[in-house]
DNA sequence: CTCGCACCTGACACCGGTACCACATTGCTC
DNA sequence: GAGCAATGTGGTACCGGTGTCAGGTGCGAG
């Protein structure tokens, strides 16, 4: 039965408990160097007897390792990014380690308050899903480094800094969607979640000047619309890409406003989980009916959208899988197994259900 | 311009860059004691030029205080947790605490693990939302608290735990949602998560035996549709409620399973967002609509309720203020502002969209 | 019987902070 | 001009572990 200590106690009083010197003590409980059966027996008595429990604070300090991992990311109540911390949770957890985790409300400088907090309690490395969009913007990452401590970018890669990144093909993926799109027959396609500026830029290049200056992924769904695009020789159409701010609210504006237009889409392609949602809304007070009227497809799949009228075709992510691979890689670095860093690329899945169909006639 | 020493520079080399003794340059730095202006300032420049910052860890040892909050939840990329743990983890910040969050899968020896964890990393208190079901499984909890860390619970009370306990109220909030199914007609109304057992128990007081030794949460929502029932005088029928594993695919087949009886349930309650899924599938397969056909009324809203055909009546939680409420009451029991333990009951929101409708005449 | 060696054990320095306290210096009063 | 308080500074013990190392013990060999 442990005892009752308001104060756990320290290696100290168990060596004393076990008339023992203190060294012993540590030996034996720290499993370390040489100790006899017959002491080793009394000093684990004493510790069981005195419930003792080793401070992992003093034993951090001196072997300078915390076992503990940093993370950081965008919005822990978000679903996709809870499906990555849990990935890398349940990683590090079978290694031994636990995970420190700050979400920064897709702010910079709360970012880099995260990076100094997890530098200040010296955690054995750091896995982020940065807001940063370039080197430039790095700076706290590369700082990190220089402190040495090991890092992996997870969901979003950062242009221009040399550390891995572990990501979905988002361009790949979007341009996989819309294709399937153009096949059904559709050529007027709506992008649904852009670049967040007020100003709605006409040019194209202006447009994907604008995206590689804004989050990565979001850049990347872009390029891969404009790619499909392309592929089929379609001609890009400003009117047809959202701007603004990335809520549902301005999703539902800003689709009602596409559908409102002469020349409406016909269908559309939806980025995140809100822009989906959004997009519904549009449709529904607008009277017009997923599939039928207007096609659909969208990124982040959920139980909800297999339960829709019609089910909604959708990109899943593999979200817990890109948190292990994340953990992964971080203990190769770590380990110093450190392979020259580079993109670990993971596949998405399309979920092809029944929210695509060939454009109505007019 | 930081140096680029991969070993961060520690308090003493910063004293001996500036020239001053170790002890002026912690108290400029800890900003604790007196500093003269000049010597200050020396620090000062110092400890930028070689790009200081403390060591969170030493500092821990010396003071007893880590200033990290420990959150244990059921299951991180579950976005009712995914809420609470951003609440928690934004009222602690504000408040210069950092978060250590661990998963459990719903799994109480991984709870009684992570408890260990925290109580060696000596944080500074504990949120839990425990998977225990009364004070004789909830040794572990007792424990950390006799190593003097403060606890609180949130989600899930324990009972015959003399803990505060934020939480909902579960039971109010389903009697009420059933209350408003018998209000609209029904007498027939199915209980979809019921309790994980094989066998249906057949006596309603076996029923609220096993609910009672299972999940709290599922208790407590049991009971407020059992107090519905007897406040219409409605007879509870066992066939109406699910058993058996908690996941989508089960809740298919019971709800498929209750459908196809003789006397089948005019409108379902559904007590967690996978069981809203899960019954909405079956009723899509049994070529059934939601309203028109069968009523239904589930708990956590989420922004794709609002979206189905039809929109759907939801119970929503407020998983922000909760975890926002229970890191509140935990600074409470830190500062010693001991009010004796209680409940913290939120209210929960009542979401009236337009999935109930008067039962089908038959 | 003595010496040497392998085997155990405990003393102690260290990790990087905090905080107490002693002491030196200055300035003021009487 | 001596005495004393206020002020500023550095020495040092401590937090609770880890890990090195000196030295004591017991055994076998010569």
Redesign the pocket.
């Known amino acids: 039965m442990a005892s009752d200590h308001s104060?756990?106690p320290?290696?100290?009083e168990v060596a004393e408990a076990a008339g023992?010197?203190?060294?012993?003590a540590?030996?034996t409980?720290?499993g370390?160097?040489?100790?006899?059966p017959?002491?080793r027996e009394r000093v684990l008595a004493a510790a069981e007897r005195l419930g003792?429990r080793?401070?992992a604070l003093?034993?951090s300090?001196?072997?300078?390792v915390s076992q503990t991992l940093g993370v950081i990311v965008a919005d822990i109540a978000n679903p996709f990014f809870g499906g990555v911390v849990r990935g890398i949770s349940d990683a590090s957890r079978a290694r031994g380690f636990d995970t420190l985790v700050l979400s920064t409300h897709e702010d910079l400088d709360e970012e880099i308050a995260a990076i100094n907090v997890l530098i200040d309690k010296r955690v054995d490395g750091i896995v982020v899903a940065s807001a940063a969009l370039d080197a430039a913007s790095a700076g706290h990452i590369e700082q990190a480094r220089s402190h040495g401590i090991p890092l992996v970018l997870v969901d979003r890669a950062v242009p221009g800094v040399d550390l891995d990144a572990v990501v979905v093909d988002n361009r790949t993926a979007s341009r996989e969607a819309v294709a399937h799109l153009i096949d059904a027959g559709h050529r007027r396609i709506g992008f649904v979640w852009g670049p967040p500026v007020a100003d709605r830029p006409r040019r194209r290049r202006d447009l994907i000047d604008l995206a590689s200056r804004n989050l990565w992924t979001d850049g990347e769904r872009l390029q891969g619309y404009l790619d499909a695009l392309d592929d089929e020789g379609i001609v890009f159409d400003a009117d047809l890409v959202m701007v603004g701010e990335k809520t549902e609210e301005n999703a539902v504006r800003e689709v009602s406003r596409m559908l409102a237009t002469d020349d409406p889409p016909t269908a559309l392609f939806c980025t995140e989980n809100d822009a989906v949602t959004g997009a519904l809304r549009a449709l529904r007070s607008a009277g017009l009916r997923v599939a039928d009227d207007v096609s659909l497809i969208g990124f982040d799949d959920s139980s909800w959208a297999a339960v829709m009228e019609p089910p909604l075709t959708m990109i899943e992510q593999p979200t817990l899988a890109l948190g292990v691979r994340a953990a992964e890689a971080l203990f190769a670095v770590i380990d110093g197994e450190a392979a020259p860093a580079g993109r670990h690329t993971l596949g998405t899945r399309f979920v092809e259900r029944a929210s695509v169909a060939p454009p109505r006639k007019r």
Do not use: Q
């Not at 023992?20 to 012993?24: A, D, K, L, Q, W």
């Not at 300090?61 to 300078?64: I, Q």
């Open positions: 104060v756990p320290t290696i100290s023992v010197g203190r060294s012993t540590a030996r409980l720290g370390y160097g040489y100790v006899s017959e002491l003792y080793a401070n003093a034993r300090m001196s072997t300078g």
